[in-house]
């Protein structure tokens, strides 16, 4: 088991240093770079990334960069290869691009890129003045909040559900049950998200929960049991939308498990032997059904931590990571872009050992070396 461990941790260099190199060249070629970004400002045509611009106001200002960028000329008579650069001196141009770091050939940005990276040196973002260490870190107690809580109501509801399906395979019980999974995974997570504001926040029937951030504005004055209870009452309708739309899969995944194991020889064998339903479920069956579930687990809480909360946090005005990494896709903010993929790639790879030493910790006689036939 060590050595493979080992093979493993080697193994994400190459697929670390390559996931980058895919990125870092696709972005060479997606227009509307930093340096478009900040010449945009300096002409007074930057748009926020969640900014609701009005249908005729937004309508002129597109009019009017198609028509700057159908112009394509510098103020010196030059062709820029920057939209909405005409009109601006190549000297102002070249000082935005050394701004940046730009003004280096892409390869040699990469590799000095990369080398920041393995010292966890992530750099400070283009447009909010700040490292994106500590932007990633600001954020991080809403992304948690949402991924802790969900993950754990989803496999708190997911597992005994999915065994008592598996139990009472083909009963009306099972029927009306899979009705809800399918429902639940069909419909994505933010549509239940805008139901609970229209039936719970206010937005028609029921005022009972607040429509914004993780605490009150007063939070720093409650008592401590307050603000437990307030840090709740905000995360109720972002967590049950997140639980209805995740708990589906995980659900019939438990049933599949469990099926498959109640129909083996070993199964059998014990309730020929005397021992009871419930002995042979969950002295037997259940550690051998619950192996791919629980090894999951580290898997499951990164892909809701990180994949699962952007619209939630959007609707529900919750800064988190999801609506960092939107903000920055949409500003080609760079270093957060690249910054926040790296670490949380590298997590990622880190999560998927984790799963595997779970599947050893479940099952011992899974050590994933290999054997000679």
């Known amino acids: 088991m060590y050595s493979y461990i080992i093979r493993r941790l080697l193994l994400i ?3 670390l240093l390559g996931i980058m190199v895919i990125n870092f060249m696709v972005i060479q070629f997606v227009p509307g770079g930093p340096v478009e970004q900040m010449i945009a400002q300096i002409t007074g045509e930057g748009v926020d990334a969640t900014a609701r611009v009005g249908g005729q106001a937004g309508a002129e200002t597109q009019s009017s960069t198609e028509s700057k960028t159908a112009a394509g000329k510098s103020v010196d008579g030059g062709t820029s290869r920057y939209r909405g650069a005409q009109g601006l001196p190549q000297e102002l141009i070249k000082q935005i691009e050394k701004q940046f770091g730009l003004d280096k050939p892409f390869h040699e940005r990469f590799f000095l890129m990369m080398g920041n990276y393995i010292k966890f040196d992530f750099g400070d973002s283009y447009f909010q003045d700040r490292s994106v260490a500590q932007l990633v870190i600001d954020k991080m107690p809403v992304s948690i909040s949402l991924g802790i809580w969900t993950t754990l109501l989803v496999y708190l509801i997911s597992i005994p559900l999915g065994v008592a399906k598996a139990v009472r395979d083909g009963s009306h019980f099972d029927v009306w049950t899979s009705g809800v999974v399918i429902l639940g995974n069909a419909i994505p997570g933010f549509l239940f998200a805008i139901l609970m504001i229209v039936l719970f926040a206010g937005g028609r029937y029921f005022d009972w929960f607040p429509l914004r951030g993780l605490t009150s504005p007063n939070f720093d004055d409650l008592t401590w049991i307050q603000q437990v209870a307030d840090y709740f009452w905000h995360l109720t309708l972002p967590v049950i939308s997140m639980v209805i739309g995740g708990f589906a899969g995980l659900t019939m995944l438990t049933k599949n498990s469990f099926i498959e194991e109640i129909n083996k020889q070993y199964v059998t064998t014990a309730r020929a032997k005397g021992l009871k339903r419930n002995q042979v479920l969950y002295g037997h069956v259940f550690r051998n059904a619950m192996l791919i579930v629980i090894a999951g687990f580290p898997s499951a809480f990164i892909g809701i931590l990180f994949t699962g909360a952007l619209l939630t946090e959007v609707i529900f005005s919750l800064d988190g990571l999801g609506l ?39 099952d011992p006689r899974i050590d994933f070396e290999a054997r000679d036939v």
Not at 324 to 352: H, I, N, Q, S
């Open 13 to 15: 260099i190459p697929t």
């Open 324 to 362: 960092l990494g939107f903000e920055a896709v949409v500003k080609r903010d760079y270093p957060l872009m690249f910054g926040t993929l790296y670490f949380f790639t590298l997590l990622g790879l880190l999560m998927g050992i984790i799963g595997d030493i779970m599947y050893h910790i479940v």
